[in-house]
């Protein structure tokens, strides 16, 4: 029994019947097919097409009025066909924020190596701050210990101008290594 699109549409209307609204998508799959080849959404398969036809056939359907003169089947096609643009529209724009929000990778490296220095010096400052105590709390002799340690003076003029033994230096020097290494700590 061949039933008419009117019929059709007023079985969706009335009572939500999906056997209509099947028959409706039916008769018009070469129009859907026709949009699948001209249109591509990223992601969609047929199934997603035809799922995205069902959804705009009941909107439709529910909607119609045929009273005015007007035909259900290019009523259909301009609703899905605007319906896809929409999709397609809204998944340009999501690329080009996600475009907009992109930096090249050379922004990146200068941003972070200007980071890195600015925490650098944040960390030099800071162990400054550190190391003035340190050399505060050191005594004569191991002042001394410390510039030999640096490369300032050599060894025998250190014990000279402490008047201590080489022994005695090399301990001074151990003791500065430990007070550096609590400082840091």
Request: glycine letters at 4%.
């Amino acid at each position: 029994m061949n039933i008419s699109e009117t019929d059709l549409i007023s079985m969706v209307k009335r009572g939500n019947d999906s056997d209509s609204l099947q028959k409706l998508i039916k008769r018009y799959k070469p129009m859907i097919e026709n949009l699948f080849q001209q249109y591509y959404i990223h992601g969609y398969d047929r199934n997603d097409w035809y799922q995205e036809a069902f959804i705009v056939c009941h909107e439709t359907c529910m909607i119609f009025n045929g009273s005015n003169g007007s035909q259900f089947g290019s009523f259909f096609k301009m609703r899905f066909k605007n319906h896809i643009i929409d999709i397609v529209r809204r998944e340009n724009t999501d690329k080009r924020q996600a475009n907009q929000n992109t930096h090249s990778f050379e922004v990146y490296l200068v941003e972070d190596h200007q980071s890195f220095i600015s925490n650098q010096h944040t960390k030099m400052v800071d162990l400054v701050n550190c190391l003035e105590g340190y050399f505060n709390d050191l005594s004569h002799r191991e002042a001394l210990a410390l510039q030999f340690l640096l490369g300032k003076i050599g060894l025998e003029d250190a014990c000279l101008s402490a008047q201590c033994s080489k022994e005695q230096m090399v301990r001074a020097t151990s003791r500065c290594k430990t007070k550096i290494k609590s400082q840091l700590h």
